[in-house]
Structure formats: structure tokens, C-alpha cells
């Protein structure tokens, strides 16, 4: 895990009954918010991390007037996908690098007002640094917006980026793993000792060891978040336990789910009393749902069944719990 999601899962642990705080709300509270025009904005790359309830006439928009700008938007995503958990963090940073993306730009839309903050993006997973600043302009109507942002851009930089696409890039494959994708349980887990990233926060992590105490009776070991995969590989760990944290629809996309018969909720095996149950849970409702990952070849063991839940504590309980029965431990 790296510094921002281990930041996330402190703020998530305290509220373990009521409605999670969302990712992108946490990484923007940790900007300082400046009124200068970020130097380099038209002359380098940037991306557009935009809300669910953005529509695409509003992407278009916003390209078209970037165009003009010289701001270089060469990608557009839903910033769900961005900030779902560790591996889907790494997996952006790396197409970000590799792409040579220089700027962040959240648009987002609540209560009616528009608002488009640019940031520096640092190279790494983290995505920003902890002491970043921001530039922001809100308001109303996206296009007054879009507007403010031309003239105050143009009048402090010089317009450098002239090739840039006429319409918002929205459909850009990101390949969130590199090893093999398993709906299975791994047997690994009883041979070998599995690593389990702490949350960060006393009260989650003995909450955690709680629970792993009870339903994970196998060689584990909690283990620093900010440790890398190597750093774990390193020091004998063959396994980790990873999850994702987004609405329940993208969590399938981003784990290679078939979504092709899927309906407005999505049935859920979890585990009441020791006994498996189905529980209905729809899809744009937020979930974890965790898997076991092998270091070293990156193959994902999922389980066989769907059992994600809108607690982190209820998820991991149903995960363990299947794999238990499963695997016959």
C-alpha cells in the first residue's frame, strides 16, 4: 500500500458503521489551494478524473475548451477506478509515468456547481505529494468556468501545446494485473505465511487482528503499509492480502468480472451466523471486496464466489469465512 491509501484506510476506520468517506475527497483535502495557474499547464500533459454524474456532453465541453486553452487533456477517466485500492492505485501511476502526465484535473459536480482543480502529479502512487498545491475554479455553469480557466491561463503562460485531441479520450484500456486472474482459493495460504498490510490506526488494526485471529487460522503477519511488494517479497512472503474499495460495478470491472448480464444490484455470498447467505446489494453502492495476490507473479485468487460487502469488516469476514470451507481448514 502506499502513502494515500494508507491515509484513506485511517480516515475510513472510524467510521465503520456509517457512509465511508470517498477517496477523491480525501486526496483533494490534502491540497493547499493557491490562486496562480500552475506553471507548465500548457505546455505539458494532463489527465481529467471526473465524477460519475459528469456527462459526456460536459466532457466534450471541457475538451473542446482545454483545446483552445492548451491544456493537453490526453485522457479522461472516472475517478473510481483511479482510487480503488492499492493495485489499481500503481497501475494508473504507472500508465501515468509511462504516458509522461504532468497534471491532475478533478472535475467534479456537487449541488448543482461545477469545479475543476489542477494539481501536480508526483510519479508515484501516491499521485501527489502530501504538501501539494492546487489551483480551483467553481461555479455554476461549466462554461463560465471553462472560460475563467482560457483567460486566466493565457494571460500568465504562453500557449505551447498545439496537437491535442479534439474530443475527450474516454475508452483507454488500463491493465490493472499482470498475473493470472483465479476464481479460486489459493492452497498457498496453508503452506506459506500471508502478508496482511495494517490499516494504520490502532482501532482498525486490533480490529483486524481480531479478526483474523477468528477466521484466518493459517501462518499471517500484519505487516507496515507502506511496504512495497519487493519489500515483502524480501522478507520471505509468497502472498498478500489485498482489497478494492469502490462502488460495487467498477470493483467488477476492475477485477475482470462478466458485467455483460448484470442488473442494478449484484447478489452477494455472505456469511451470517457460519452459514452463506445471499445478500442483494446494489451495484453503485460501495463495497470492498478482497483477494489473496501472489507476489511474485502477480496471479489473483478471488475466490469462487462474489463476497464483497459494504463494510471492510463484514468482506473480510465473508472472504476468510468461504475460504475456510473451501479449502477444508
Excluded: C
Amino acid at each position: 500500500m502506499n502513502r494515500l491509501f494508507l491515509l484513506i484506510l485511517s480516515i475510513l476506520s472510524f467510521s465503520l458503521h456509517g457512509q465511508p468517506a470517498y477517496e477523491k475527497d480525501v486526496l483533494l483535502n490534502r491540497l493547499s489551494f493557491t490562486e496562480s495557474v500552475p506553471e507548465e499547464l500548457l505546455a505539458t500533459r494532463s489527465i481529467v478524473l471526473y465524477d460519475q454524474g459528469i456527462t459526456q456532453k460536459d466532457l466534450e465541453e471541457t475538451q473542446q475548451a482545454f483545446q483552445q486553452t492548451g491544456i493537453d487533456a490526453i485522457a479522461y477517466f472516472v475517478t473510481d477506478f483511479m482510487l480503488a485500492g492499492a493495485d489499481p492505485e500503481k497501475a494508473f501511476a504507472h500508465y501515468l509515468t509511462s504516458r509522461n502526465v504532468s497534471f491532475l484535473i478533478f472535475l467534479t459536480k456537487e449541488n448543482q456547481r461545477y469545479s475543476l482543480t489542477f494539481t501536480r502529479f508526483n510519479n508515484t502512487s501516491d499521485f501527489v505529494e502530501p504538501t501539494a498545491t492546487a489551483w480551483r475554479q467553481t461555479g455554476a455553469v461549466l462554461k463560465d468556468i471553462l472560460l475563467t480557466i482560457y483567460r486566466l491561463a493565457l494571460s500568465n503562460q504562453k500557449k505551447q501545446n498545439f496537437l491535442i485531441n479534439d474530443f475527450p479520450e474516454t475508452e483507454i484500456p488500463i491493465k490493472y494485473f499482470t498475473g493470472r486472474r483465479n476464481e479460486t482459493y489459493t492452497a498457498m495460504v496453508k503452506s506459506f505465511k500471508v502478508a496482511v498490510p495494517k490499516f494504520g490506526n490502532e482501532k482498525a488494526d486490533a480490529e483486524l487482528e481480531q479478526i483474523l485471529k477468528e477466521h484466518f487460522p493459517v501462518k499471517y503477519e500484519l505487516v507496515d503499509p507502506a511496504l512495497s511488494e519487493s519489500d515483502l517479497s524480501s522478507r520471505g512472503f509468497i502472498t498478500v492480502l489485498r482489497f478494492v474499495h469502490t462502488r460495487g460495478l467498477v470493483a467488477k470491472k476492475i477485477l475482470d468480472y462478466d458485467i455483460t448480464q448484470m442488473a442494478n444490484s449484484i447478489a452477494s455470498v455472505v456469511v451470517v451466523s457460519g452459514e452463506a447467505e445471499l445478500k442483494t446489494i446494489p451495484a453503485e453502492e460501495t463495497i470492498y471486496k478482497f483477494y489473496i495476490k501472489h507476489l511474485e507473479y502477480g496471479n489473483l485468487f478471488l475466490g469462487n464466489k462474489w463476497d464483497a460487502d459494504t463494510s471492510w469488516q463484514a468482506a473480510l469476514v465473508n472472504h476468510l469465512q468461504l475460504m475456510r470451507q473451501d479449502l477444508k481448514y
